[in-house]
């Protein structure tokens, strides 16, 4: 795939740690693949892995909060060498400031940003877009996961990045907090055109919010399948459940061969 046209490209990406008495433990093996830039779209894509197979290691790279010890990452055909707010990494457990406020949360990451000028205009809109109207003055209480969530979001939003990745951040909400927040992805990917890279455990949840879903193994990790699912051609037909079953069939198989099934999530 020509560069230029790959949103994010990752080429051989190689992963190990050395722990005490020099034990090698490779995590990630040989990673590569790309998510297309689609001029004036959003998208969700996921990548589904078995526990502890090496999501948030991935992640991390991919923002630069962590190195690859060999291969590359490209973001809009140009190699992505250091964190510059292009990408955003938003953590299993979301973050918040607790002595701040709702406002004040994305402001301050604004301010450290040197993004002043219309500082007022941008919180009051991603505020609503993440459905945090009248909670401005708000304290977020350290366990409410998915009002943090929803901060992290707001802050990611504010400085327009290009990708905004997920690691894994709602097997820690309850279901109804799972499904309003799924609405609010697919709503800031088809309505607002903002990019998200999701890792998850979660076949059921991928296949909600995907348009694009990579299966990745463990010890060491591995892409070893893709999937495209063309939701859009598919809505208000009778062929739409049907769809998803074969393809969380196909899901669950793949995972078989790997011998992977027993630590893949299949409900919301």
């Not at 005490?20 to 093996?29: F, M, R, T």
């Not at 140009?78 to 510059?84: L, S």
């Not at 997920?166 to 990019?195: G, N, P, Q, V, W």
């Not at 193994?217 to 037909?237: C, D, R």
């Amino acid at each position: 795939m020509n560069l230029s046209k790959a949103l994010l490209e990752l080429t051989n990406i190689k992963k190990q740690y050395i722990h005490v008495g020099g034990i090698v433990h490779p995590v990630l093996e040989d990673i590569s693949f790309n998510i297309p830039n689609s001029q004036n779209e959003g998208s969700v894509t996921s990548v589904i892995a078995p526990l502890s197979a090496g999501k948030s290691t991935l992640l991390k790279i991919i923002s630069r909060i962590e190195r690859e010890d060999e291969g590359s990452v490209f973001l809009c055909g140009e190699k992505y060498t250091e964190p510059c707010g292009k990408i955003v990494y938003i953590p299993e457990r979301p973050s918040s400031y607790p002595w701040l406020n709702t406002a004040d949360n994305v402001k301050f990451i604004l301010d450290s940003l040197g993004l002043k000028e219309t500082i007022d205009e941008t919180v009051n809109h991603v505020i609503t877009l993440c459905g945090l109207n009248g909670y401005e003055g708000h304290i977020p209480h350290n366990k409410s996961y998915g009002f943090r969530f929803r901060i992290s979001l707001a802050r990611a939003l504010a400085i327009k990045p290009k990708l905004i990745l997920l690691d894994d951040c709602f097997k820690i909400m309850d279901s109804e907090t799972k499904l309003e927040i799924y609405s609010l992805l697919l709503h800031l990917s088809h309505k607002e055109k903002f990019k998200f890279l999701l890792a998850t455990t979660n076949i059921q949840e991928a296949l909600k919010l995907s348009g694009k879903i990579f299966l990745m193994s463990a010890s060491p990790a591995k892409i070893f399948e893709q999937y495209e699912i063309e939701i859009e051609s598919l809505k208000g037909s009778l062929l739409l459940k049907s769809k998803l079953v074969e393809l969380r069939r196909d899901i669950e198989n793949s995972f078989r061969k790997e011998n992977v099934i027993q630590t893949i999530t299949f409900s919301i």
